[in-house]
């Protein structure tokens, strides 16, 4: 024998076979490209949601920089700028200092009057787009919203005066007069409005404020300084060695990385989650492409056994199987490709449709739609492991085939079988033996088919898991609600709901009721029934927290006080909390005689008290009012009306409004509710926009229609990428079911034409073949149900099930639902099969080889 050595000899042998095999060129070009589109639009989904995150979290936070420290003294920043600039990894840094909150009476937001220099300046997101940044003394940069609201016409030269308190401790107020030199268009969404003054002014009238004052909480004069890092590999370990390197060893204090670049954090997309849908994909293209090969192997076996018989090795055979393998993905996957990025750019708004998010009002979702290369390098090369692994099989089976056995496997063992037909044995159990003895080939297709209904049954487990209750219960515990809260209680405003506001709610039309929620900082003596409470409590839970919060319960034990988060109440807010024990009435409390104190460790199955009913509570209040008050009972507020930032060691203390502004003389509450009438809720949209938007547009208004069109979107995005999922999966499961069924006729012609000579009819072998259809999709269902039943919660739970509003419920009717579907295809394809084979006569099908 002549080994084949040529090169050109074995590419001429795979045209020939490309040219043989043209319909089983088009499925797996098909195949191949929906592999791609699948991986091309899940990288894709997943860089954008990412970036899209980034982009919410920077613009609602302010910060694009890598990492930052704020608050620090002066010598803090000189030792800090030192550290950096001996750091190998940052790529540039920028530094400012905060000199004071405005303080104007048109102003309803937070705005802060800062020096930066360009790298923070780009970092808050507040670089000037017209004019520049302050060089001289007199010189400031402002925000379009800051101009508005003085009435000032945004243009370079313009005059501006400015107050801006420089110490909070004697309350010193500054003003002075600055000309514009730069300003940019303002954002309502972000938590502060920054004014930059130059290095010049700053350094003349920052408050020399000590590290002793900043731990106190007097920010004034407090310097921040940001970096960027060559790159964004390992942040959480290079902050923390630059914050070493910076002095800082205390816990809470230093550089902290921005959250917007941690890409795989909780609530955002779970690394588990991206490398299941990676191994579902190239499950179900492996499924397709293996089918379509071993197929087309099998097929052309006696070609590949003649070859064996010249000279050609198994190795060249292989390479031959191989070298078709690589001429069709050339030409599927840059098709998938392009497909797969329509599909990613299609599916992106969906996929950043994050509820948690759009329910804020004002802080809109970013959607970025990333097109980045390494973006389909990936995919192509995935997609091309997917096909090698495909292929491995039929590699093997022509590496290692003799021309007997490839004489024996094109016969499909028909010399093997028996052509006599048993009369004991009907066309149901001739259709299960042939089921049985081609199990592995009826795994592959049950398996492929399964996916698609597994995939369905999971979308509507998701969207039924979604509870829209819980969701509106934990971000609005009434269909209205107003604030002027922002993200940072730095710049928040505790007092935004002012009196006009508040008269201008109690006469909105279609409101049922109208509540306010009014709140103060202030301290508490802790008696030793509080401090025995609070000491069980650390006992508890002091191994889970941090050095500076265990220096926190340190401090206030030392100094026997606690915070108190003194919130004033009306009536219909009080019929909102959630009590612990018996409810009191309203009656009893308006009094002004009670307090209602809150339970500490809510979530445990027996929360401890920190008062009992009918205990004595002295109030010091910090305008040196003094008063006993007895505990009515013990409750919580609604989440969504609570103090909204993260404290340590703190109660909650509520009293009647009316009793809560005699006795701290403050009547501007940090919350307002509205329930609405039966269909009332648009109209009370429209008066809110019309009346109290226009007196201030700064005020916060989250709405009952707002979170229904916002849960309405996230559940969209399951329903538009899954059903994108069971399109392809459904088009790949019925491909291999048709591509099996019409192997399976083709080869086994003789054997049903020699089944008819003895006797069967057309109908019996008509039935015997749908009835083999029919266990095929019979065991889809099987599958898929074991799937589910067994691993649907968890994979789900620990995926896109993560939320808290999401609930598991388990359920198989979808699938149940899908049976007359399935039955119909059962049914169309084999008949289709049959009949196209039957056009040749018995005899013309006896003879064919």
């Known amino acids: 024998m002549v080994k084949v050595e040529n090169r050109q000899t074995l590419r001429l042998l795979t045209k020939r076979f490309m040219k043989m095999n043209k319909s089983r060129n088009i499925i797996a070009v098909i195949a191949i490209m929906l592999t791609a589109l699948l991986f091309t639009s899940l990288f894709m989904g997943t860089a954008s949601l990412i970036l899209s995150k980034r982009a919410t979290d920077i613009k609602q936070f302010m910060d694009s920089s890598h990492a930052i420290a704020q608050d620090l003294s002066y010598e803090e920043a000189l030792q800090t700028e030192k550290a950096i600039k001996k750091n190998d990894n940052i790529e540039r840094f920028g530094t400012g200092i905060f000199l004071g909150a405005v303080m104007d009476e048109r102003f309803g937001f937070s705005s802060e009057v800062r020096y930066a220099d360009k790298n923070l300046a780009e970092s808050f997101n507040c670089t000037p787009t017209e004019g520049r940044l302050p060089e001289n003394k007199n010189e400031i940069a402002v925000s379009t919203i800051v101009l508005n609201a003085m009435g000032v016409e945004p243009r370079i030269g313009q005059e501006i005066t400015l107050t801006w308190e420089s110490d909070p401790l004697s309350k010193k107020l500054v003003t002075d007069t600055f000309r514009i030199c730069g300003f940019w268009q303002g954002d309502k969404a972000v938590m502060s409005q920054m004014i930059w003054v130059s290095e010049e002014y700053a350094a003349e009238k920052a408050y020399p404020v000590t590290k002793a004052e900043l731990e106190n909480?007097?920010?004034?004069?407090?310097?921040?300084?940001?970096?960027?890092?060559?790159?964004?590999?390992?942040?959480?370990?290079?902050?923390?060695?630059?914050?070493?390197?910076?002095?800082?060893?205390?816990?809470?204090?230093?550089?902290?990385?921005?959250?917007?670049?941690?890409?795989?954090?909780?609530?955002?997309?779970?690394?588990?989650?991206?490398?299941?849908?990676?191994?579902?994909?190239?499950?179900?293209?492996?499924?397709?492409?293996?089918?379509?090969?071993?197929?087309?192997?099998?097929?052309?076996?006696?070609?590949?056994?003649?070859?064996?018989?010249?000279?050609?090795?198994?190795k060249q055979l292989k390479k031959i199987v191989r070298m078709q393998a690589w001429s069709l993905s050339a030409i599927g996957i840059p098709i998938g490709l392009i497909l797969g990025y329509a599909a990613g750019f299609f599916m992106a708004p969906f996929l950043t449709a994050d509820a948690e998010i759009s329910a804020q009002a004002g802080k809109t979702a970013e959607t970025v739609i990333s097109a980045n290369p390494v973006i389909f390098i990936a995919a192509a090369v995935i997609t091309l492991l997917t096909v090698y692994l495909s292929s491995i099989?039929?590699?093997?089976?022509?590496?290692?085939?003799?021309?007997?056995?490839?004489?024996?496997?094109?016969?499909?063992?028909?010399?093997?079988?028996k052509t006599k037909r048993d009369s004991s044995v009907t066309w149901w159990g001739m259709a299960v033996q042939n089921m049985l003895r081609n199990r592995k080939k009826g795994i592959i297709v049950m398996l492929s088919i399964a996916l698609s209904m597994v995939v369905v049954n999971c979308i509507v487990m998701l969207v039924q898991g979604y509870d829209f209750n819980m969701y509106k219960k934990t971000f609005l515990a009434s269909d209205f609600q107003m604030d002027q809260m922002t993200g940072s209680i730095y710049n928040t405003n505790f007092n935004g709901i002012t009196p006009e506001i508040r008269e201008l709610l109690d006469d909105c039309p279609g409101s049922e009721k109208t509540g306010y929620v009014y709140y103060s900082d202030e301290k508490h003596d802790m008696e030793p029934k509080l401090l025995a409470a609070w000491e069980g409590f650390a006992k508890k839970y002091e191994k889970h927290w941090s050095d500076y919060e265990k220096e926190l319960w340190e401090e206030a034990k030392t100094s026997n006080k606690v915070s108190v988060h003194f919130l004033g109440i009306s009536e219909s807010i009080f019929d909102k909390l959630e009590w612990r024990g018996d409810a009191a009435s309203w009656d009893e409390f308006k009094s002004g005689e009670y307090i209602i104190v809150d339970y500490g460790d809510s979530n445990a199955e027996e929360p401890f008290s920190y008062y009992d009913k009918g205990s004595s509570f002295q109030m010091k209040y910090s305008n040196g009012n003094v008063k006993d008050y007895q505990v009515l009972g013990e409750a919580l507020m609604p989440y969504s009306l609570d103090y909204p930032y993260a404290d340590m060691i703190f109660i909650t203390v509520m009293v009647p409004e009316d009793e809560y502004i005699a006795r701290t003389g403050n009547d501007c509450a940090m919350y307002a509710a509205i329930d609405s009438k039966e269909g009332a809720d648009k109209q009370i949209k429209e008066y809110i926009d019309e009346t109290v938007l226009k007196e201030n547009d700064m005020i916060n208004v989250f709405s009952i229609l707002d979170m229904k069109a916002s849960f309405q979107r996230y559940i969209s995005k399951f329903y538009t990428i899954g059903g994108f999922l069971v399109a392809v999966l459904a088009f790949i499961g019925i491909m291999n079911f048709f591509n099996t069924t019409a192997t399976s006729v083709l080869s086994r012609r003789k054997e049903l034409a020699l089944l008819e000579v003895v006797g069967m009819t057309k109908r019996q072998l008509s039935k015997m073949l749908v009835a083999e259809g029919a266990l095929y999709l019979a065991g889809s269902f099987i599958i898929a149900v074991l799937i589910i039943v067994f691993g649907a919660e968890n994979i789900l739970s620990h995926t896109v099930g993560a939320a808290f509003f999401f609930r598991m419920k388990l359920t198989v009717i979808p699938c149940v639902l899908m049976i007359p579907v399935l039955a119909v295809i059962a049914y169309a394809i084999p008949k289709y099969q049959f009949r196209k084979m039957s056009k040749d006569s018995v005899v013309d099908r006896i003879r064919m080889d």
């Open 393 to 417: 099989q039929a590699c093997r089976i022509v590496e290692k085939v003799s021309p007997v056995e490839a004489l024996r496997l094109a016969q499909g063992d028909e010399a093997r079988r």
């Open 217 to 314: 909480g007097i920010l004034n004069g407090g310097r921040d300084c940001c970096v960027w890092y060559k790159s964004l590999w390992d942040l959480q370990k290079k902050t923390e060695e630059l914050s070493k390197d910076a002095g800082f060893t205390q816990a809470g204090t230093g550089f902290q990385t921005n959250p917007a670049y941690d890409l795989m954090e909780e609530d955002s997309l779970s690394f588990s989650s991206v490398i299941i849908m990676i191994l579902f994909i190239i499950l179900a293209g492996y499924l397709i492409i293996y089918n379509i090969f071993s197929i087309s192997v099998k097929t052309d076996i006696r070609a590949y056994g003649l070859l064996k018989n010249v000279g050609t090795t198994g």
